[in-house]
C-alpha cells in the first residue's frame, strides 16, 4: 500500500469518525427539541453542606414550598412559594441527613421527621430521629418544637408510607450501615424499621418494629404501592442490589424480594446499588432505576424477564458519584423519565427518556456544570399540571428550581 492510500484510508477514518460524533450531537439535539423545556430558578446560592431536599405545603397556602437541609454546617430551611423567600426551621440538631413531611399531631398543617447526628465514620452513636412541630405561622414563627422518636446509628434515609393499608403512615427508618460496621467493608447489617405514630405524643420514645435485618450499606429507600392492594411497599438499594418489602404477604409478616443484583465483582464499597425508583415504560412495562454502585457512576434500568433476578442494563455511566435519583411522568404521556444526577466534577443533572416506539433511553442534559447533585425532589409547584424538579447542590452550595414549561 502506497502513502496515498494510507493518507486516504486515514483521512476515511477521521470523517467517520466526525460524522459519528455529529450524528450523535443531532440525535441528542433532536431529542431536546422533542422534549418539554425547562426555566432554571436559583431558590439559593448559600446552602453550604446541602444534602436533602423535600416539597410540602407548609404554610397551609395550597402551595408546595420547597424544604431544604445541610448536613454540615447544619441548616434546614423552607422556601415559600411562588416567590420563594427564605425562612429558616430553628431547631437545635447538628449533622442533618434527611427530612420527610406528614402531619404528625392532625392538626391540619405540615410537620417534619427528621434524621440527624449523622456520621459515617461513628457507627456506634448518633442517628437521632425527631418530629418537628409546626408552629402553626411559620413565616412569623421560625421555632418549631423539637420531639423525640428514636436514635439508632447511621439513620440515613427515612420516609413516611402507609405500609398496612389503614390510611395512616408510618415512619420508615433506613440506617445506612449496621452499629459498629466500618469502611471499607460494611460488613455489619443495619435495621429497617418501622414506627406508627402513637395516640399519645407526649411518650418518651416511639415503638417501632424492625422489617428487616439483613442488608449492608442500605444507601436508598423509595415508597410505592408495588402490587397496588392499597398498602405501600419499600424498594431498598445496598450492598446486595435491590430488594422489595411487603407486609403481610405470601404468608409472611415481612416479605422479602431480591430483585435487582447490584454492580457485583469489584471489591467494597464499590458494589451494589445506590439510589432506587421505579416506573413504567409504553404499555404499562414496570422498571426500576438505580444509580451503581455506592455513589457509583452507572444509571441502570432493570427488567422483569425470564428469571427471578430482573435484567440489568447501563444507559448511562458517565455519572460522577451518583447521589440523585428519581422517577417521574415529566411529560405527561404515561411514560416515566429517569432523572439522575451526581455529586463531584463534572457536575450535571440529567433526564433519561424513552420515547413509546424505542428501546433505546435517550439523555437530555438538565444542567451541565451547575450543580453537584445531592438530593432530589418532583412535585407541581406551579400548578400546570407538569411535574417541577428540585434539587440541592452540596459542593456547589445551592438549591435550585427546574420549572417544567411543557413544550
Not at 500500500?1 to 486516504?8: A, C, F, G
Not at 432554571?40 to 397556602?61: H, K, N, S, T, W
Not at 471489591?267 to 446499588?273: D, K, L, N, V
Request: charged share 20%; aromatic share 8%.
Amino acid at each position: 500500500m502506497d502513502n496515498s492510500s494510507k493518507i486516504w484510508i486515514i483521512v476515511r477514518f477521521r470523517v467517520a469518525i466526525m460524522f459519528g460524533a455529529l450524528l450523535t450531537a443531532c440525535q441528542v439535539a433532536d431529542a431536546q427539541r422533542d422534549f418539554i423545556s425547562f426555566e432554571r430558578i436559583v431558590l439559593d446560592d448559600q446552602m453550604l453542606g446541602g444534602y436533602g431536599v423535600e416539597v410540602a405545603d407548609v404554610d397551609r397556602d395550597g402551595l408546595a414550598d420547597v424544604i431544604a437541609l445541610a448536613t454540615n454546617p447544619a441548616q434546614l430551611n423552607w422556601y415559600k412559594n411562588p416567590g420563594w423567600e427564605k425562612y429558616p426551621i430553628r431547631t437545635a440538631t447538628q449533622a442533618n441527613i434527611d427530612v420527610a413531611s406528614h402531619d404528625v399531631d392532625n392538626d391540619g398543617d405540615i410537620d417534619l421527621a427528621l434524621a440527624s447526628s449523622f456520621r459515617l465514620d461513628a457507627s456506634t452513636e448518633g442517628g437521632l430521629i425527631h418530629w418537628l412541630e409546626n408552629p402553626g405561622d411559620p413565616i412569623l414563627n421560625q421555632e418549631w418544637q423539637l420531639h423525640y422518636i428514636d436514635e439508632i446509628p447511621a439513620s440515613h434515609r427515612i420516609k413516611w408510607g402507609d405500609l398496612n393499608g389503614d390510611e395512616k403512615k408510618e415512619l420508615i427508618n433506613l440506617p445506612i450501615i449496621g452499629i459498629g460496621a466500618s469502611q471499607p467493608e460494611y460488613d455489619v447489617d443495619s435495621q429497617l424499621k418501622a414506627y406508627s405514630i402513637p395516640s399519645n405524643l407526649s411518650v418518651d420514645r416511639w415503638q417501632g418494629i424492625v422489617l428487616d435485618d439483613s442488608l449492608q450499606l442500605s444507601h436508598g429507600m423509595s415508597v410505592t404501592d408495588w402490587d397496588e392492594d392499597g398498602r405501600q411497599d419499600i424498594l431498598t438499594a445496598s450492598f446486595y442490589g435491590v430488594h422489595l418489602f411487603q407486609l403481610a404477604t405470601r404468608g409472611q409478616s415481612v416479605a422479602r424480594t431480591w430483585l435487582g443484583v447490584g454492580k457485583q465483582g469489584a471489591e467494597r464499597p464499590a458494589i451494589g446499588s445506590s439510589e432506587v425508583g421505579e416506573g413504567v415504560i409504553a404499555g404499562g412495562r414496570r422498571y426500576i432505576a438505580t444509580i451503581e454502585p455506592w455513589h457509583g457512576n452507572e444509571v441502570v434500568v432493570y427488567t422483569k424477564g425470564e428469571s427471578t433476578l430482573w435484567d440489568r442494563t447501563v444507559i448511562d455511566d458517565q455519572i460522577a458519584n451518583g447521589h440523585g435519583l428519581l422517577v417521574a411522568d415529566l411529560n405527561n404521556d404515561n411514560i416515566d423519565e429517569i432523572i439522575a444526577g451526581g455529586r463531584s466534577q463534572p457536575y450535571q443533572l440529567a433526564i433519561y427518556h424513552r420515547p413509546e416506539n424505542s428501546s433505546l433511553w435517550q439523555r437530555i442534559g438538565l444542567d451541565e456544570g451547575g450543580i453537584a447533585v445531592s438530593g432530589l425532589a418532583v412535585n407541581d409547584l406551579n400548578g400546570d399540571g407538569y411535574l417541577d424538579i428540585v434539587a440541592i447542590g452540596s459542593g456547589t452550595g445551592n438549591v435550585i428550581y427546574y420549572e417544567n414549561i411543557g413544550r
